[in-house]
């Protein structure tokens, strides 16, 4: 297959797909340029409400561009142009109506390095929560049951308050930035490829935390590493240049994989 | 030669000329060193030389070496006859008192006869007889010692006491002091600092947190840089025409602090960028991931972490700025300023300017005074300098 063709006329492979009803967010034909170059093309899906998604794909596929794009960061750099509808709650977040940084607020994100702000435990966990405004006894019991969610709290116990986060390891770095993601209680998390940067113990942990924070979020998160989503994740979305090419509940996409490149790319023969 | 030589072997000539390549590295820093350190020495020399000095009113009384100039007047107060209250309220209260210290010399000086003393000399009547730099008094001292005729006495004298630091400056280099310059000196920096800080660093801000690209934020960084480079006579003569004749401010405190901040922003708006430059996107990705605005995000997450470095380029800014006399020399900082400045609006002078117009005196002490004065302002700036290392090792990050 010539890969202009596959761009202009690939329908997404659709296996069980989440009836409108089951989505917290609904994507619509979304199309994403960065100045000239489009980086989406015609991407359509829906994320069902507390289950983890994961999106693979091979570098440059745009993956993160569609992570970033379901909490409007896109915004944040220059020359990004935005077709199409994000349906979050029903509402689409690109109205031009809309804060996007409202938005930011009631969706979470996690990043591919641990970026932990210069400051104490505490203070990067109440981040987000003194944005809105939450204060007093509040804030500090709300503080611990994002560090207690985070998986954190039996670790920093004793020093949370004083020490700095940048003093943590990689790993607790890494569930101190979902605590602070958490701590505002955002239905829905982006990770964008959250333990590339950790050892196997420090991504068993993370993962692990990511199973049970699905009681409480719906979670999406890209990731390069397929044991990682085919461990962690209930459906499945396989980018290629842009494109949606083949979505479905985990299980089936492993082992039946429908797209010949989504089969080649499961398989280890591209990517 | 085998093979494995040619591919492997250790070549001794490549050593050689690696390590002399080296040495002349390091040869133009030894001897800016070498330079630097001589110039330390031969300033403290001359900063002390030993006198042969006559006073009018007698030799003075001597002190116990370690009192306070404060417990000495007290003394010498008694010893005149005031009584133990009057001696208290003249030095409770901070004019009085130091009107008592100008008048009354007080000065860490060695005598002949019996080691270090402090001595009082009042009314300023010390007539100088010879003046002797300090290897060629020391060699003659018991020749000039058994020379000394009636009044007169031999004193091996540091310049830079206690005293110097407060008295005001004077005709006699005996009885000059940097106390004036000193005070200027805090009050143009002072204020000087009050105002290019604010607009430093908020056009800092403004450049890397909001308008991050495009042609404005070129220009501006070109510029910036190359008013950092501008000579400072030049910020003197902008600062005489606008300030001191165009604003009608006179020849005081304040046109000088706004020409000096005028010198400083340029430098301090280059250092906070390059403070804010370094923060990492990371971290203002995070911030704006949480739902923080731009001003949140600007001024909760990147000031406080660019905070460090920030402080240390406005700490090396001001060291700078406190050795301008250049630019001062235009708006007007007076030769000859008896009195403390007390408001924006008052005369002043600052210790560069008082150095160069103590060099160029004509009595040959006023090297001396000059020398003890440089000692001062090389004091300040090592105090500036070890300050904005102490920060940027104690706030150092590792991101």
């Given amino acids: ?191 964008d490829e959250p333990t590339s940067a950790l050892d196997p113990i420090a991504t068993q942990a993370i993962e692990d935390l990511i199973l049970e924070l699905k009681e409480h979020y719906t979670v999406v998160i890209v990731t390069h590493n397929m044991q990682q989503a085919s461990r962690i994740s209930d459906r499945t979305l396989f980018m290629h240049l842009g494109v949606l090419v083949e979505e479905g509940p985990t299980e089936l996409m492993f082992t039946k994989p429908k797209h010949p490149y989504t089969e080649a790319y499961i398989t280890g023969r591209f990517g | 030669m085998s093979s494995w030589q040619q591919t492997f072997g250790v070549d001794p000539w ?74 208290q309220s003249a030095l409770g209260d901070p004019r009085e008192r130091r009107v008592l210290l100008m008048q009354n010399r007080v000065e860490l000086m060695w005598n002949t006869h019996e080691g270090p003393f402090r001595y009082v000399v009042t009314g300023l009547r010390d007539e100088r007889i010879a003046d002797f730099s300090l290897l060629e008094g020391l060699r003659r001292w018991q020749e000039l010692k058994a020379n000394l005729k009636e009044g007169e006495r031999l004193v091996l004298n540091p310049w830079l006491d206690q005293s110097f630091l407060t008295r005001v400056p004077s005709r006699s280099p005996l009885t000059a002091g940097i106390g004036t310059a000193i005070w200027g000196t805090v009050w143009v920096l002072g204020l000087a600092l009050l105002i290019a800080i604010p607009v430093g660093i908020g056009t800092a801000i403004l450049l890397e947190e909001y308008v991050r690209e495009g042609r404005l934020n070129r220009i501006l960084e070109v510029n910036l840089r190359n008013l950092a480079g501008v000579p400072s006579i030049v910020y003197g003569l902008l600062g005489l025409a606008l300030f001191v004749r165009g604003m009608g401010l006179g020849p005081t405190i304040l046109p000088a602090a706004m020409t000096l901040a005028l010198l400083g922003i340029p430098v301090i708006v280059v250092t906070a960028r390059e403070a804010l430059r370094a923060v990492p996107e990371s971290l203002r990705l995070a911030a704006f991931a949480l739902g923080a605005t731009r001003r949140q995000v600007a001024f909760r997450v990147v000031f406080p972490a660019a905070l460090p470095g920030m402080v240390t380029g406005v700490i090396l800014s001001a060291a700078r700025l406190i ?77």
């Fill in chain 1, 1 to 191: 297959m010539n890969a202009l063709d596959f761009l202009k006329d690939h329908e997404t492979i659709r296996t069980d797909p989440v009836p409108e009803a089951e989505a917290l967010v609904d994507v619509r034909h979304l199309n994403l340029w960065y100045g000239k170059a489009q980086a989406l093309f015609g991407i359509s899906v829906r994320f069902p409400r507390n289950q983890v998604t994961a999106i693979i794909g091979p570098s440059g596929c745009g993956k993160s561009t569609l992570l970033r794009s379901l909490n409007r960061m896109n915004d944040l750099i220059p020359g990004v142009r935005v077709e199409g509808e994000v349906l979050y709650e029903g509402i689409n977040i690109y109205d031009p109506q809309v804060d996007p940084v409202a938005v930011r607020r009631h969706i979470g994100m996690v990043f591919q390095k641990p970026n932990p702000f210069p400051k104490t435990i505490f203070e990067n966990v109440a981040f987000g929560l003194r944005l809105m405004g939450v204060k007093g006894s509040e804030l500090e019991d709300r503080v611990v049951e994002a560090l207690k969610r985070a998986a954190l709290w039996n670790e920093v116990k004793d020093r949370f308050k004083k020490e700095s986060g940048l003093r943590l390891s990689g790993g607790q770095q890494q569930r101190l930035c979902i605590a602070r993601a958490i701590a505002v209680e955002p239905p829905l998390l982006l990770m």
């Fill in chain 2, 14 to 87: 490549k050593d050689r000329v690696d390590r002399a390549f080296a040495r002349a590295l390091v040869l133009p820093l030894l001897l800016a060193l070498a330079l630097l350190a001589w110039l330390l020495g031969d300033t403290l020399y001359r900063s002390v030389s030993v006198q042969v000095l006559k006073a009018d009113e007698g030799p003075g009384k001597t002190y116990a070496f370690g009192l306070s100039a404060n417990e000495i007047l007290r003394q010498e107060l008694l010893a005149r006859g005031y009584t133990e209250e009057e001696v």
């Fill in chain 2, 323 to 399: 050795g301008e006399a250049a630019p001062l020399l235009l708006v007007g900082a007076a030769a000859y300023v008896p009195f403390l400045p007390n408001s924006p609006l008052s005369e002043y002078t600052v210790i560069p300017v008082q150095i160069y117009l103590w060099v160029g005196m004509n009595l040959p002490e006023f090297a001396r005074v000059a020398a003890a004065g440089i000692l001062v302002m090389l004091l300040v700036l090592s105090v500036l300098y070890f300050l904005a290392l102490y920060l940027r090792n104690r706030f150092r990050r590792e991101w």
